[in-house]
């Protein structure tokens, strides 16, 4: 069985991503209010931090009782071999023209 298969395997099968494979989930779940209006930020520095991940699905869930409000995010990603910014980069023009040349 490969990873793939695995980290697959590993999940419920409530949250499952919508395309395969994947490489890896992450999993940020909030309850406080404080937390979840910092979520964002969290998910953002994560991003940053993994370049050489590609997200190629999100799930949102939400749940409640009496005194709590819960919420989850999921993001499915695939390993890239170079960062996304690397890979679309414009080259560098090493040579000027010279006018009259």
């Not at 695995?6 to 999993?27: A, H, K, M, Y």
């Not at 964002?40 to 999100?58: E, F, M, P, Q, Y």
């Amino acid at each position: 069985m490969d990873d793939r298969q695995e980290n697959s395997d590993r999940l419920s099968n409530e949250v499952r991503p919508r395309c395969q494979p994947f490489d890896g989930v992450e999993i940020w779940s909030m309850t406080k209010p404080t937390e979840r209006q910092q979520l964002g930020r969290h998910i953002t520095s994560w991003l940053c931090a993994n370049k050489h991940c590609s997200v190629v699905d999100v799930q949102i869930s939400q749940s409640s009782d009496n005194a709590y409000h819960c919420v989850t995010v999921f993001l499915f990603w695939v390993k890239i071999s170079q960062p996304f910014v690397e890979q679309h980069r414009t080259p560098a023009k090493t040579q000027l023209s010279r006018a009259g040349a």
